[in-house]
């Protein structure tokens, strides 16, 4: 599993962001440190297929949100196979953020994990499965 | 309060003009206060987002005031990215409802078709959060992902949002103010290249030069600022809950109506930011002119189009008018004042209260007007 990830949350509102910042951005309160698991879901996602002067054409650009809530900017080798809502995991590589995607068995660790702390292992492995599935469908028009 | 009414309109035809930006500022807004009847106003408020980056020049509320011959008439510069135009119209609006001035010119531009385009796009996108400029997001890169989300979450179609990019061209053709005058076919729209997929060259607004100029006033005229809001958002776009709609956009449009005094039912006409064409669809339903989800349908039915229940961007929009940054939002108003006045040749709408709604960088800084013809 990736490093986790550094990010900071406001004493007030609780809300996370990555990276970490000094002050919340609604509220002028000073945040406190955190860390979070480097997995999320993709929230859009773009090729750009003439970047700004310093970046390789075909850009890959990616929102992804992870788990409690922070976004934040990923670039990636590719979007083929991606999707809203794809589960991919963030690798952060000289404080770059890089979204892969994740393969079955991370999924089903990755369910496993979330799922072992409500104790409902087995119907996540479950969803897990028919995610798996589903993901296999052929690209919809969006 | 006093009543804050528009003496004056005035602009430039916006696209790749020969003349620097102090020319083409001086030229829109020497015919606004022609069309006012105004030698002199009070004060100036100047609106230019990137002059620096673009011409070199600077001090520019004391350039454009001695270019125009009111080198001693107290000159502001006003500033608020993308719609920099509207607040320059806010800070001369609250001037006069203060009373401290009776009238007031404002005028707005931007030159920079002389400059290569991707540098114009990086000018541009020094108004994009650092951390995610650092990524190679770009205003179009930005857009993309708005886009993407919105097709997938509201159900936005390629064929919804490449009709807005013909009907606006079809607008366009008829105002001689704008920068493209031709229709573009429905096909072509859909099958040009892609920038920031899934938003295609056609679905993104040109790089234009251009002013526009308005005379406020407090002296009662045809036409009436009813309303005027601002709305806000994090610069940072990872910051925000939701890509499909824009909370700038929504607080504005309920400050303005609250001041007018009515709302979104009232309105006849609408200039909308169309940046990147389904800017127009999500700007339609945060404005409340169409219910939620229906932007997409009511475009492909030809309700928005001149002619239609709800004409939106008659002048052409940002698409086929031109987006000259610090003239657009004062060009928005332009527009809707001639509409008002029965003044707009070749794509006259009947409307006595018109909208219009300018974004600032990514929706970080958002403005809607509401102008009423006089009773």
């Known amino acids: ?142 | 309060m006093t009543d804050v009414w528009i003496a004056g309109a005035g602009m430039t035809r916006f696209g790749r003009r020969d003349e620097n930006l102090p020319d083409l500022m001086a030229e829109a807004a020497l015919a606004a206060l022609a069309d006012a009847g105004i030698e002199r106003p009070d004060a100036l408020v100047i609106a230019a987002m990137n002059p620096e980056e673009f011409t070199g020049e600077g001090n520019y509320a004391s350039l454009i005031a001695t270019r125009l011959g009111l080198s001693q008439v107290p000159a502001l510069r006003v500033e608020t990215a993308t719609s920099s135009g509207v607040a320059a119209v806010y800070s001369a609006y609250a001037a006069i409802a203060a009373g401290f001035h009776r009238s007031i010119l404002v005028v707005g531009g931007e030159k920079m078709t002389h400059v290569a385009t991707p540098r114009v796009s990086e000018i541009i996108g020094r108004s994009i959060d650092p951390h995610e400029k650092s990524y190679g997001t770009t205003m179009p890169a930005l857009a993309g992902l708005v886009t993407r989300a919105a097709m997938h979450r509201r159900g936005f179609t390629l064929r919804e949002i490449s009709q807005v990019a013909v009907k606006n061209h079809a607008h366009g053709a008829r105002n001689p103010y704008a920068h493209f005058q031709e229709p573009v076919k429905l096909e072509a729209v859909m099958e040009s290249r892609l920038v920031a997929d899934p938003l295609r060259l056609f679905h993104c607004c040109p790089i234009s030069d251009g002013g526009a100029a308005l005379v406020l006033t407090a002296e009662p005229r045809a036409v009436r600022i009813a309303g005027i809001g601002q709305g806000a958002d994090s610069i940072a776009v990872r910051y925000r809950s939701d890509l499909t709609s824009f909370r700038a956009t929504q607080a504005a449009a309920r400050a303005a109506y609250r001041m007018a005094g009515f709302g979104a039912e009232r309105v006849e006409v609408a200039e909308l930011h169309d940046a990147f064409t389904p800017f127009e669809l999500i700007s339609l339903e945060d404005t409340g002119l169409v219910p939620s989800g229906k932007a997409g349908r009511a475009t492909l039915d030809g309700e928005t189009a001149v002619g239609g229940r709800l004409p939106i961007n008659p002048s052409g929009g940002l698409k086929a008018r031109g987006h000259p940054l610090a003239a657009t939002g004062i060009s928005q108003i332009v527009e809707l004042c001639w509409q008002l006045r029965g003044k707009a040749e070749g794509r006259q709408v009947p409307a006595r209260v018109g909208l219009a709604q300018s974004i600032g960088g990514l929706a970080t800084n958002n403005w809607v007007t509401l102008v009423e013809a006089r009773r």
């Not at chain 1, 990616?62 to 999707?83: I, P, S």
């Not at chain 1, 072992?116 to 995610?131: D, F, L, N, T, Y």
Request: include cysteine; charged fraction near 25%; proline fraction near 8%.
């Open chain 1, 1 to 142: 599993m990736p490093e986790l990830l550094r990010a900071s949350r406001c004493p007030r509102c609780r809300r996370l962001v990555v990276p970490p910042a000094s002050l919340c951005p609604d509220h002028p309160v000073k945040m406190e440190a955190a860390t979070l698991p480097p997995l999320g879901e993709v929230v859009s996602f773009t090729t750009l297929h003439s970047p700004p002067e310093g970046f390789r054409a075909p850009l890959h650009l990616a929102l992804v949100q992870l788990e409690g809530g922070a976004r934040l900017f990923c670039h990636g080798a590719a979007t083929d196979g991606v999707k809203i809502g794809s589960h991919v995991s963030v690798e952060a590589v000289d404080s770059v953020f890089y979204f892969s995607n994740m393969g079955f068995t991370d999924r089903a660790r990755l369910f496993w994990r979330r799922a072992g702390a409500r104790g409902e292992r087995i119907g996540a492995i479950g969803k897990s499965v028919v995610k798996g599935i589903l993901n296999r469908r052929p690209r919809g028009e969006d």
